[in-house]
């Protein structure tokens, strides 16, 4: 079975940093290329990052330069580390397995101004 375990979201101020992890279990967690997404109040679940097996990366623009996506399969853990966060930055950030489709429960940030 499949269990994706959001941590580290949290209330912090505009400018503040965060770091969220991911724990993944049940799957070949090293074959697997995962993802971060977040989703707003009356948005749509967007993509904020990935990172493939082979450690390549992509971010949605508004992310670019703040927002840093890494992976540790030693221990089947996924990072967003987020810098210089906007409350535009607010939502529920999601763990994602993009080829199984496979989500977790979801953790929550909110930034104030």
């Known amino acids: 079975q499949v269990r994706l375990v959001e941590s580290g979201g949290g209330l912090v101020q505009t400018g503040g940093s965060l770091r969220l992890s991911c724990a993944a279990s049940?799957?070949?967690?090293?074959?697997?290329?995962m993802g971060w997404y977040r989703q707003s109040p009356g948005a749509q679940r967007e993509m904020v990052a990935d990172?493939?097996?082979?450690?390549?990366?992509s971010y949605t623009d508004s992310v670019k330069g703040r927002f840093t996506i890494s992976r540790d399969n030693a221990k089947n853990m996924v990072y967003l580390q987020m810098n210089s966060l906007k409350p535009e930055d607010t939502a529920v950030y999601y763990c994602?397995?993009?080829?199984?489709?496979?989500w977790g429960q979801g953790t929550q940030v909110t930034v104030f101004s």
């Open positions: 994602h397995v993009i080829e199984t489709r496979h």
């Open positions: 049940g799957i070949a967690f090293s074959r697997n290329a």
């Open positions: 990172i493939t097996t082979g450690d390549g990366t």
